[in-house]
Each structure stands twice: as C-alpha cells, then as structure tokens.
C-alpha cells in the first residue's frame, strides 16, 4: 500500500523473494509497476481493500505510508484475519500524536527532551516562556515530516505557535508539543518488532533541510546513508535498551501491543541517545538506503512478524556495504512544487551503477512527468560512503530533469568523519 519511494524500495526488494507468488501495488507508481500489477486502491477506503484481499486471496499486507496506519487500516485487515505488517490504530499514535508518544515517555522514563502538550493557543504561547532558545514548536499529528520548527527568536516561536493553531498544518495543528533544544547529531535507528522480540533493523541518517550545509525549511527527506558509523554498537545497544525495548514493553503491557518496523529519530547527545520521535514505518529515503543494503529475504522477515514468529526467522542480515540516495525534487518543494516537468534517460542514469526509485512520478502522453514534490531518490551502493555517493551524483547528473533539484551534499557530514580518521591515520607518531 503507498506510491512513494519507500514503496518502490519495498515492492524492488519483496521482488526479489524467492516466496513470492504474485505482488499487487496499491495504488502504486511507474516505477513500482516493473515490479507488481498496479491496483486502483485508496488506503483511506478500508472496505475495498479488505473486499480486494480477499477476493484475491492476499497473504500479506505491507502498508508503506504514515496516514493509512493511523487511519486504522490494519485493525480492519486483521479484523478479517489478513496478515498485515504494519501496527494498529493505537500504536501508530506513536507517530500519529507526538503528544502521545512523549506522555508515554515520561510515564516509562525514556530519555527524551523536556516537553509541554498544548491543546490552545493560550496555553502554548505561555508555555514558551519556560524554553530557552532555541526552542522546538511541533505539530501534534501527521504533518508529512513538515511539521516541525526550530525557532531562533520569540517571536519566530510565538509565530510559529500562531500558524500551527491557524491552520498551517491542517488539523495536525489543533495541539502543539514544545520541547527543549537538544544539542548533538540526529540518527535514525530501526528495530524489526511482534510486540515482544525485538530485532535491530539498521541506521541511516537522512537530511531534513531543503538546502546544501542544512539550510531551509525542512522536508520529508532529501537524501540519506547507511550505515550511520556515528550510532556505534554501543550507542545502538543503548537506544535498544533505554529507548526501543522500553516503548514496545509498555504498548504490551496496555494491551496495544506493537507489530510492524518502529522507527526511532535519536538525537545523540553529550549523556546519550535521547528519542526526537517515532516513526510507525520506514522512513523515506531511508528505505532505500536499507534496502540496497539488506541481503535478507524481506518477505520472509515480514511474514515471521506479522504472524507473530520473528524470533524463528534469521536476523535481519546487511551488507557492510554502505548506499546513499539523493532525492531530486521539484521546484517549489517543500511549498508547492511545480508539476508535469519531463523527465527523461533513466537508463543512462541506471547504467552509472545506481537503482533509481520512482517518489512522485506519473506517465503522460507515454512520457515520464513529475506529480509530486520528491520525485525520484537515486539511490548507490558502494565500499564505503564516499563511492555509494560518487555512483549516486554520477547517476543524478545523468538524469534529464529540468525543473527539478537536488542537494549537492549529502553524506556530508560522515564524509568529514571519515577524511579526519584518514588524516589521523596518517599522523606521524612520536
């Protein structure tokens, strides 16, 4: 279920299971079409869906996209025992309400940053008294990853809280979670879950700003890598055990227990990992990234866990290789991005040694066009970083998109880690 990137990278790999019978990709894209017959299917509508399951006989269900997971579509599925991989309605308010997830926080103890909930407007331009800048003002529900500000001043702070209330993000603004700053470097950290064993399931940092050096608002992703070298094994073990576990334990213990991939945004500060937020999906673009690395068979990972059977399955197993993706966008993104541009030599691009994953594409005329914000994510593997990005820039360059863009840096910062061990290396001793 979905039509992004993550979905392409997700229907590329279940493509690639030997136990795979017959894909469906519902509603899909040109992309995902080389992979699986495409279906008129609106994830909103959970009585098609469920009529279109068993009219064909479906065994699995993988829901790639936020908003059908909130909207409650696997309880209607597993009502009519559908095997589904992706959580309930009331676990996926992990990522549906930030105001839920931090409550949930507190009440478990789960290192995060200082928050208030705020239903009014009133309550929450007083509450910013209690921050020091800079202070972060988030939307409470689904906001596509937009929904977020960082305020260097009070009155960007009350602006902000202003707009949330007005309507800026929809109803995901009707309450509003400001938090304290945390100071370090973002990872993403995702775990393979049942509700009871809970399996690592790789890192990867992405980049939120729509500009070069983290500059501009920030987006849905506009490029990411994996492995993230900075969450080392120690740092991992502890986000599994301060952060991960603790979340998937209390949802159990409330008789909502969690099934599906749980996302972890951390923040890696100078006392550890502490959690920015939960996804209750993959993240896109990091998607990609993972599934360029894994080498496991996804579908039989996600069969275990949707029946309940992860601990019976082998690990996830990943590549040492490392892969980056760069999401090439359309002018206007994140505001309002500007459609139908032509697009055009995929096969050169894919012939420089990447795999090239449709986000926001539609045919027109027989032609390829652009019909979304993040329109394709060119995603490379490689030894190390630096060559996964030089594949991927070689194979965006190659790409014929007038009225698109791309950032020029992604990867950046790991590539700095790795010339300063180089340089370390080579440091004379004595």
Same mark, same amino acid.
């Given at each position: 279920?979905?039509?992004?990137?993550?979905?392409?990278?997700?229907?590329?790999?279940?493509?690639?299971?030997?136990?795979?019978?017959?894909?469906?990709?519902?509603?899909?894209?040109?992309?995902?079409?080389?992979?699986?017959?495409?279906?008129?299917?609106?994830?909103?509508?959970?009585?098609?869906?469920?009529?279109?399951?068993?009219?064909? !006989?479906?065994? $699995?269900?993988?829901?790639?996209?936020?908003?059908?997971?909130?909207?409650?579509?696997?309880?209607?599925?597993?009502?009519?025992?559908?095997?589904?991989? /992706?959580?309930?309605?009331?676990?996926?308010?992990? #990522?549906?309400?930030?105001?839920?997830?931090?409550?949930?926080?507190?009440?478990?103890?789960?290192?995060?940053?200082?928050?208030?909930?705020?239903?009014?407007?009133?309550? *929450?331009?007083? !509450?910013?008294?209690?921050?020091? $800048?800079?202070?972060?003002?988030?939307?409470?529900?689904?906001?596509?990853?937009?929904?977020?500000?960082?305020?260097?001043?009070?009155? %960007?702070?009350?602006?902000?809280?202003?707009?949330?209330? %007005?309507?800026?993000?929809?109803?995901?603004?009707? !309450?509003?979670?400001?938090?304290?700053?945390?100071?370090?470097?973002?990872?993403?950290?995702?775990?393979?879950?049942? /509700?009871?064993?809970?399996?690592?399931?790789?890192? @990867?940092?992405?980049?939120?700003?729509?500009?070069?050096?983290?500059?501009?608002?920030?987006?849905?992703?506009?490029? !990411?890598?994996?492995? *993230? +070298?900075?969450?080392?094994?120690?740092?991992?073990?502890?986000?599994?055990?301060?952060?991960?576990?603790?979340?998937?334990?209390?949802?159990? %213990?409330?008789?909502?227990?969690?099934?599906?991939? $749980?996302? *972890?945004?951390?923040?890696?500060?100078?006392?550890?990992?502490?959690?920015?937020?939960?996804?209750?999906?993959?993240?896109?673009?990091?998607?990609?990234?993972?599934?360029?690395?894994?080498?496991?068979?996804?579908?039989?990972?996600?069969?275990?866990?949707?029946?309940?059977?992860?601990?019976?399955?082998?690990?996830?197993?990943?590549?040492?290789?490392?892969? $980056?993706?760069?999401?090439?966008?359309?002018?206007?993104?994140?505001?309002?991005?500007?459609?139908?541009?032509?697009?055009?030599?995929?096969?050169?691009?894919?012939?420089?040694?990447?795999?090239?994953?449709?986000?926001?594409?539609?045919?027109?005329?027989?032609?390829?066009?652009?019909?979304?914000?993040?329109?394709?994510?060119?995603?490379?593997?490689?030894?190390?970083? @630096?060559?996964?990005?030089? *594949?991927?820039?070689?194979?965006?360059?190659?790409?014929?998109?007038? +009225? /698109?863009?791309?950032?020029?840096?992604?990867?950046?910062? #790991?590539?700095?880690?790795?010339?300063?061990?180089?340089?370390?290396? #080579?440091?004379?001793?004595?």
């Amino acid at each position: 279920m979905g039509s992004g990137g993550r979905e392409h990278a997700l229907a590329w790999k279940l493509a690639q299971s030997p136990k795979l019978t017959k894909l469906f990709a519902a509603p899909g894209n040109p992309g995902i079409a080389e992979h699986a017959e495409l279906v008129d299917l609106d994830p909103a509508d959970h009585r098609a869906t469920v009529d279109f399951c068993v009219a064909n !006989a479906v065994e $699995l269900v993988v829901i790639g996209p936020e908003a059908p997971l909130v909207g409650g579509l696997s309880d209607a599925l597993r009502t009519m025992a559908i095997p589904v991989f /992706g959580p309930n309605r009331i676990p996926a308010q992990l #990522e549906g309400s930030k105001g839920f997830t931090k409550d949930l926080c507190a009440r478990v103890g789960i290192p995060t940053a200082r928050y208030v909930r705020a239903s009014d407007r009133l309550a *929450a331009l007083s !509450a910013l008294d209690d921050f020091s $800048l800079p202070v972060v003002i988030k939307a409470d529900g689904l906001a596509a990853g937009k929904g977020v500000v960082i305020a260097e001043t009070h009155e %960007e702070a009350r602006q902000a809280v202003e707009e949330m209330f %007005e309507g800026s993000f929809g109803t995901a603004g009707s !309450a509003v979670v400001i938090e304290e700053f945390l100071r370090g470097e973002e990872a993403s950290f995702f775990a393979l879950t049942d /509700g009871e064993t809970v399996l690592p399931f790789g890192s @990867a940092q992405d980049h939120k700003r729509v500009g070069d050096g983290d500059t501009g608002p920030n987006t849905g992703g506009m490029g !990411a890598y994996s492995p *993230a +070298s900075i969450l080392t094994p120690e740092l991992e073990e502890r986000a599994m055990a301060e952060i991960v576990r603790p979340t998937i334990r209390a949802l159990a %213990e409330q008789g909502t227990p969690y099934s599906g991939i $749980l996302y *972890a945004g951390l923040m890696l500060t100078a006392d550890g990992p502490k959690l920015i937020e939960y996804n209750a999906r993959f993240g896109d673009p990091e998607c990609q990234v993972l599934m360029m690395r894994l080498e496991s068979d996804l579908l039989e990972l996600m069969l275990a866990t949707a029946h309940g059977r992860p601990a019976e399955a082998e690990p996830p197993r990943f590549s040492r290789d490392a892969a $980056l993706t760069v999401v090439m966008a359309a002018t206007g993104y994140p505001g309002t991005p500007e459609k139908g541009g032509r697009i055009a030599r995929l096969d050169a691009a894919a012939a420089k040694g990447a795999t090239i994953f449709h986000a926001g594409t539609a045919l027109s005329g027989g032609e390829l066009i652009a019909n979304g914000g993040r329109v394709l994510t060119v995603t490379a593997r490689g030894r190390s970083v @630096a060559e996964a990005r030089d *594949a991927a820039y070689a194979a965006v360059e190659a790409v014929e998109f007038p +009225s /698109g863009f791309y950032r020029s840096d992604i990867g950046w910062r #790991e590539l700095g880690r790795s010339s300063s061990r180089l340089a370390g290396q #080579e440091q004379p001793v004595g």
